[in-house]
Structure formats: structure tokens, C-alpha cells
Nanobody
Framework: QVQLVESGGGLVQAGGSLRLSCAAS????????LGWFRQAPGKEREFVAR????????HYADSVKGRFTISRDNAKNTGYLQMNSLQPEDTAVYYC?????????????????WGQGTQVTVSS
């Protein structure tokens, strides 16, 4: 089991920045790839970013590419999502998730463990 806890969400004006954290406990964090997903009200959950266990492979959704940066610190058992140039359409609950599967995984069905989510609200 891997337990994930997100933090760092909040209310920010358009153009602002937030840094989300995902603290992991339980099994060895470095054995898992980490993904960030988000779900806006009335919409389906969508992929945001993914980082491999050793930070070698990183992928982003087109909607956040160039604005968001995913990273991880395995020594601290923590993953991060730096979000810059936030826009109202980025408003959502953001979830981190972990998977033991290798290779690009952009669907939530491939992720075994999920955090409880953190709310990000961007005002215009």
C-alpha cells in the first residue's frame, strides 16, 4: 500500500502560481511512477502530468505544457506540481496517483493509489 496526501491547493488569481505537493508513505516511493490528474465540476477526470520513478520520463497534457512542471524528490518521498500562469480553466480538484506500471500511462485506470485531492481555484 502507498498512501498519498496532497497539499498546496488554494485560491489564486489568473496568472498566479501554486505548488502542489504529494507526500507518500508506505511502500518505497521510488518504485512508483507518479501522476497528477484533475477533475473540474461536471467534467471527467483528466490527465495532467506524469513522471517516471527516476524522473527520466516526463509527460504533460497539452493544456498545461509550458506552464506546469512535475518533479519528485525520492529522498523526501514527495512529488510536486509547480503550476504557473494559472487560468480559470485550471480550476479543479487535483489528485496525485501512483502506479507500479512502466511506460507512459495517461489514464487513471492504470494507477493503483490515489490521494484525497486538493482544490485549486483560479479567479479571473
Amino acid at each position: 500500500q502507498v498512501q498519498l496526501v496532497e497539499s498546496g491547493g488554494g485560491l489564486v488569481q489568473a496568472g498566479g502560481s501554486l505548488r502542489l505537493s504529494c507526500a507518500a508513505s508506505g511502500r518505497t516511493f521510488s518504485n512508483y511512477a507518479l501522476g497528477w490528474f484533475r477533475q473540474a465540476p461536471g467534467k471527467e477526470r483528466e490527465f495532467v502530468a506524469r513522471i517516471s520513478y527516476a524522473s527520466v520520463n516526463i509527460h504533460y497534457a497539452d493544456s498545461v505544457k509550458g506552464r506546469f512542471t512535475i518533479s519528485r524528490d525520492n529522498a523526501k518521498n514527495t512529488g510536486y506540481l509547480q503550476m504557473n500562469s494559472l487560468q480559470p480553466e485550471d480550476t479543479a480538484v487535483y489528485y496525485c496517483a501512483a502506479t507500479s506500471l512502466t511506460g507512459p500511462r495517461f489514464s487513471g485506470e492504470f494507477y493503483d493509489y490515489w490521494g484525497q485531492g486538493t482544490q485549486v481555484t483560479v479567479s479571473s
